[in-house]
């Protein structure tokens, strides 16, 4: 699928924890990252600095294979962050994986994007 221009993505694949982007103030980035969430597992924000990026939306998609099909449980989907850029600077966004009712269990996985906002 291709993104529109001002669209920038990024996806975590595999064991892939670490990534970093650069953006356009005003840019639209989307951050996929791979779930399961038939399990329970879902990715939350847990921290990034709203006014270098802005969280717009979160939800899960599809994978391509399965477009034209109900999901299945057990089938992995990803999860997607939609951010809007707001001004220059930098900031890292922390996601977390883990099963909201499971508190004093630490996280499955932590992914941190480092992100660059400039002209």
């Not at 990803?78 to 707001?86: C, D, G, I, T, Y």
Request: charged share 25%; glycine share 6%; aromatic share 8%.
């Amino acid at each position: 699928m291709a993104l529109e221009q001002g669209v920038k993505e990024v996806t975590f694949e595999g064991e892939t924890n670490a990534l970093s982007v650069s953006v356009a103030p005003g840019d639209v980035l989307h951050v996929k990252l791979a779930a399961l969430p038939s399990a329970g597992f879902n990715w939350r924000l847990l921290s990034a600095d709203p006014s270098v990026i802005s969280l717009k939306e979160t939800r899960f998609e599809k994978s391509e294979a399965g477009a034209d099909r109900p999901p299945k449980i057990g089938v992995p989907a990803n999860q997607l962050f939609v951010f809007e850029a707001q001004a220059e600077g930098e900031t890292k966004a922390v996601f977390v994986y883990a099963r909201p009712w499971e508190k004093d269990k630490p996280p499955a996985r932590t992914a941190i994007l480092t992100v660059r906002v400039g002209s």
